[in-house]
């Protein structure tokens, strides 16, 4: 059989099969092989074997298990990365929204958020007879005090509604600080502030959103626990 024989016969069994034979152009170098190449040198293999010794049946399903094993995980790949990006675009998204919002974060620097309010939480590691909250300015003065009374254990909520407008209009750092009597005398004991989310964006490795608190700098969004609207 000649050589044109041979290609009109693999042809016709790859029409038969579904796989669309190739229009007579200049080849261009491949990479990969694709699902029409191995089909190709299977059908020629067929044609080609030893009449005498032909493949068993089982040589060519574990050549045809190989090959759907690697164009799965090649679909599963592509799959993969279009799911990388759907998630970078969340990623962006939920870095937008937290702009402007308030965090809780650790610590005793405070500001009039958008309303001129301040908020934040303590938590008490044992019951607390006197609980109180007070609030100093730049110069170390008292500006503000809170007294929250008689406090079970846990989380104790503060905040300050009715702010001067001074403070507000002048959006002047307080320092915090918290008092506690859990038997043994007043103790101070490090309050909890909510704190405005100045800049956001995705951290160098695009795997999670990185925040810039305001007199706080940087944290990853997955570590914030609470956050106010």
Do not use: C
Not at 27 to 41: A, C, H, I, R, V
Not at 49 to 55: E, L, R, S, T
Not at 130 to 139: G, K
Not at 160 to 169: A, G, S, T, V, Y
């Amino acid at each position: 059989m000649s050589s044109i024989e041979n290609n009109q016969s693999l042809n016709n069994i790859l029409e038969k099969i579904g796989v669309k034979t190739p229009d007579n152009t200049p080849n261009t170098p491949k990479s990969s092989l694709g699902q029409e190449d191995f089909l190709k040198l299977m059908t020629t293999q067929l044609q080609n074997q030893d009449p005498f010794a032909p493949m068993e049946n089982g040589e060519f399903i574990a050549q045809m298990a190989q090959f759907s094993t690697v164009t799965g995980i090649t679909e599963m790949g592509e799959t993969l990365k279009g799911l990388a990006d759907k998630l970078d675009e969340f990623r962006i998204a939920t870095a937008s929204d937290l702009l402007g919002n308030s965090v809780l974060v650790p610590g005793n620097i405070a500001r009039p958020n958008k309303d001129g309010e301040i908020h934040g939480i303590i938590d008490l590691p044992s019951a607390s007879s006197e609980t109180s909250v007070s609030f100093f300015n730049e110069a170390g003065e008292i500006v503000h005090s809170i007294d929250l009374g008689a406090q079970g254990r846990g989380l104790v909520g503060f905040e300050w509604l009715k702010m001067p407008k001074e403070l507000i209009d002048n959006d002047t750092p307080l320092r915090v600080e918290a008092y506690i009597n859990t038997g043994e005398g007043s103790q101070g004991i490090s309050p909890s502030v909510f704190s405005e989310v100045i800049a956001a964006s995705l951290d160098t490795k695009g795997q999670g959103v990185t925040i810039d608190v305001k007199d706080f700098g940087e944290m990853a969004a997955a570590d914030v626990i609470k956050f106010r609207n």
